[in-house]
Nanobody, 125 residues
Framework: QVQLVESGGGLVQAGGSLRLSCAAS????????MGWFRQAPGKEREFVAA????????YYADSVKGRFTVSRDNAKNTVYLQINSLKPEDTAVYYC??????????????????WGQGTQVTVSS
């Protein structure tokens, strides 16, 4: 069982930056791949980024490549999402997720077993 708690969201102007954190409980954090997803009002939850268990592999949605960076610190049971050059279309609730995920399944929300409560990111133009 893993519990996830996101933090770091907020209101920021376009072009600004935020660093989201996701703290995990339990001693099995390093055994899970971690993903970040987001959901805007009226839209489906979409993949943003994912990172493998040891942090050696990272995956990004095309819409965020070059602006978002995912990382993890297994000693601190925490995964991060650095968001730069924010755009109004990045406005959404951002969720972190943990799961026994491999390969192409990183992009699929249904492959993740545990989810945080989400943190709101609002970008003003």
């Amino acid at each position: 069982q893993v519990q996830l708690v996101e933090s770091g969201g907020g209101l920021v102007q376009a072009g600004g930056s935020l660093r989201l954190s996701c703290a995990a409980s339990g001693r099995t954090f390093r055994s899970y791949a971690m993903g970040w997803f987001r959901q805007a009002p009226g839209k489906e939850r979409e993949f943003v980024a994912a990172i493998s268990r040891n942090g050696g592999s990272k995956y990004y949605a095309d819409s965020v490549k070059g602006r978002f960076t995912v990382s993890r610190d297994n000693a601190k049971n925490t995964v991060y999402l650095q968001i730069n050059s924010l755009k109004p279309e990045d406005t959404a609730v951002y969720y972190c997720a943990a799961g026994d995920v491999y390969g192409a399944n990183y992009y699929r929300p249904r492959e993740y077993d545990y989810w945080g409560q989400g943190t709101q990111v609002t970008v003003s133009s």
